[in-house]
């Protein structure tokens, strides 16, 4: 058998239907019933029936993102029963590795999740905060660029989301982020695309949400992950409590270096790279950042059989 890992996506992918595919599965169900009494909600009528507007609400959208990348985990365990060497998840897709390593339970992080988004969208007002992804520059040059539009308009603005080699997403106040669009177009960059996002995620505006997430994560349970988990703020493998809790903490107001974490799986002799969830965006960003690795998705029963047989 072929060593893999499993990559789990955070905003973005979510869509109204999205687990539709699965039909009656009993992991898929199981977990929707699971997610749905620890939110006291029915998260599998939001997601099969919207409306969309409800389901892009960031304090929906998380709780939802996650559920749906552990139902189809959970799917690929019952159809499989083979774990990966190693996870990750983007941003919040981080939550849904820990969920899949056994780290946390799911009736933990959906409530954990939820409270961390209503503090990222309570730290600063709507409308004042921005974000844009950045095409066609590397990683120096778009820091480079965000500190001088930060230094002329005199406002927030960083590099928050190192997705590949040549996409950026910048993050801060809506000003300084169109003053860094500004810069960096100048600077050569191909396109600067405003983001349909509430908050300026990842970025130190963030750090009154990141204290309010702090106590909230002190009160969780953590266990010993199963599986190696990378994270995205320090591109490492912690299995304490404190440790996961504190890179949790300092991802809620730091950069997400997916660029790095995807090396930091092929370095552990990884040859695959499965996303699990709704979407290929991750899929299509570890394929830029390295083209040796073979990529599949799941997120139906289809493409479940596609990527068992990627593994031979």
Known sequence: MTAFAFVFPGQGSQAVGMLGA?????????????ASDALGEDIGKLIAEGPKE????????????????????RAWLAETGLKPAAVAGHSLGEYTALVAAGALTL???????????????EAVPVGTGGMAAILGLDAEAVKAGCAEAATAAGEAVEAVNFND???????GTKAGVEKACEVLKAAGAKRALPLPVSAPFHS?????????????????????????????????????????????????????????TIQALKARGLTRV???????????MVKRIDGELVTATIFDPASLAEAKALLG
């Open 54 to 73: 409800a389901l892009d609400l960031t304090t929906n959208t998380q709780p939802v993102m996650l559920t749906a990348g552990v139902a189809c985990w």
């Open 274 to 284: 499965i996303e699990c969830g709704p979407g290929k965006v991750l899929a299509g």
């Open 165 to 171: 080699p040549k996409q950026i997403v910048i993050a």
């Open 107 to 121: 009736k933990d992080a959906l409530p954990l999740v939820r409270f961390r988004a209503q503090a990222m969208q």
């Open 204 to 260: 130190s505006l963030m750090k009154p949400a990141a204290e309010r997430l702090k106590e909230k994560l002190a009160a969780t349970p953590f266990a010993l992950p199963q599986i190696p988990v990378v994270n995205n703020i320090d591109v490492a493998v912690v299995n304490e409590a404190e440790a996961l809790r504190d890179a949790l903490y300092r991802q809620a107001f730091g950069p997400v270096r997916w660029v790095e």
């Open 22 to 34: 699965w039909g009656d599965h009993a992991a898929v169900r199981d977990t929707l019933a699971e």
